[in-house]
């Protein structure tokens, strides 16, 4: 339970982030925060007490007691990339941004385009 | 938005204090839901006790490869990993769209990391770094099977391999001091293509032996179905792999320099938009 | 690795007060720098938990990629959060 809650914590911390920042690199870096603490909840939900990566030994028959869940692995594996290239089109998105209106805060901005 | 006046500093210092309320709520409630789920680590959950255990006990045995990430990653979700593939060639494809013609303007150093961190420590450093980074980059490619590891691993560290050699000596090109090989954006991009395209054909050519697309068991690679699926299974992880370290690529130098500096031509008409 | 161990729980509090540090600078190289340092610690923790390739791939895309991104948009823009 205390792992889930320190997922939870780290949830809140980014998406309050995202909210209260006033900068758009800082929501930006708050946006990956949340994407980490979603992959960290997932992880969590794979572990087995007693088991072992779900990597094939040596040995006999695999019993699925043995190893850790490897679904939840795969799918974070494949966020963990998308999320990476979705950080790299939003970061050129914001030096495009800066170099239009100079500034990257949210609030300047928006008297700018007003 | 309201009808009124836009709202002044105070107003949005006032929405703050009141959004901020919110998160400890949110926070209690997430706690208050995943209370609701099973202990962790327990062996008898349902996420452990329902589907997984199909793919462990096997995956190892249908599709040969002892690591079942790899397994489910590249064989049994073949067609969702093409999809992520595409959304990084996408993403990759978006940043130079974005920034294309994004160059200098007064003011900004537009040219950012253009100019090479070039000493003599650095450059003994990276000759001797940048080969076995490479290096270490194909074989967590190719021993993804029975290792950690796989395509995407290995291309972003064949990646990170290539922006460190573009950091220390500058962008590569026909005409720079680095040769055309990776470094410039046009190997990222020609990397990139080869990578998904490479992907698509080994779904076609499924296709063409008589299977769905990506079902590659029948392919004609030989008589034994695991050993069949495990070659085609490293050719899917070598075809993300080319993708993710071209992707890499571009969206380092379309960041870092943008494409004026980068040697790729700019498209007709596509000027500094002021 | 039972749950509630000092050393999982410590892990966890580095991660949640690495991610609050990298949040709360006002410098965008002090903010990847620590960003990289939670990516880490992550990397870590998923090791702990046998998920070993996600391990690797947080290592690889946070430690590294995302921060090299982040310090060429510092180069790019400005270093300072306005």
């Known amino acids: ?114 | 938005m309201g009808a009124s006046a836009p709202p002044g500093r105070r107003d949005i210092r006032v929405r703050r204090l009141l959004g901020a309320a919110a998160f400890p709520a949110l926070f209690l409630g997430l706690v208050l839901g995943m209370s609701e789920l099973p202990e962790f680590g327990d062996p008898a959950s349902p996420a452990s006790t329902h589907v997984s255990p199909r793919f462990i006990e096997d995956a190892a045995a249908e599709t040969g490869a002892a690591n079942m990430v790899t397994a489910v990653l590249a064989d049994y979700r073949g067609y969702d990993t093409l999809g992520e593939t595409a959304v990084i060639f996408a993403a990759g494809l978006g940043c130079l769209v974005i920034l294309a013609g994004a160059g200098a303007r007064p003011g900004l150093p537009a040219a950012g990391m253009s100019h090479p961190f070039g000493s003599v420590i650095l450059d003994a450093a990276t000759r001797i770094l940048v080969p076995v980074v490479l290096l270490f980059a194909v074989y967590v490619l190719i021993h993804g099977h029975v290792s950690p590891g796989g395509g995407f691993q290995g291309g972003v560290l064949f990646g990170s391999g290539l922006i460190m050699m573009r950091l220390v000596w500058g962008p590569g090109g026909e005409d720079r001091a680095v040769p055309a090989f990776g470094p410039s954006l046009r190997g990222s991009l020609v990397m990139a293509c080869a990578g998904i395209l490479g992907y698509v054909g080994i779904g076609l050519a499924a296709m063409a032996f008589g299977g769905a697309f990506l079902d590659y068991g029948f392919l004609p690679l030989g008589d034994d179905p695991a050993h069949v699926r495990e070659l085609a299974t490293l050719g899917i992880e070598a075809a993300v792999f080319f993708t993710v370290a071209g992707t890499v690529g571009v969206l380092f130098d379309t960041i870092s320099i943008g494409m004026r500096e980068s040697g790729v031509p700019l498209p007709p008409g596509d000027g500094d938009p002021t | 690795m039972a749950e509630g161990h000092l050393v999982s729980v410590g892990l966890l509090a580095a991660m949640v007060v690495s991610a609050a540090c990298a949040l709360a600078v006002k410098d965008l190289l002090t903010a990847a720098a620590l960003f990289g340092a939670f990516s880490f610690l992550t990397a870590t923790w998923f090791a702990l938990l046998g998920a070993v390739d996600v391990a690797f791939t947080e290592a690889c895309v946070g430690g590294a990629l995302t921060t090299i991104l982040f310090v060429s948009t510092a180069f790019r823009t400005s270093r300072r959060f306005d």
Request: cysteine-free.
């Open chain 1, 1 to 114: 339970m205390t792992t889930y809650a320190f997922a939870a914590a780290l949830f809140t911390l980014g998406v309050a982030g995202m909210a209260l920042l006033p900068n758009l690199l800082r929501k930006l870096l708050a946006m990956n925060v949340m994407q980490v603490a979603v992959i960290v909840f997932f992880v969590s939900l794979a572990f087995k007490e007693g088991a072992t990566v779900p990597i094939l030994g040596q040995g006999g028959a695999p019993q699925a007691a043995e190893f850790m869940n490897p679904l939840p692995h795969t799918l974070m594996l494949t966020a963990i990339v998308v999320s990476v290239s979705t950080t790299g089109l939003a970061l050129a998105l914001l030096v495009r941004i800066r170099s239009r209106f100079e500034t990257l805060n949210e609030q300047r901005l928006l008297d700018k385009l007003r």
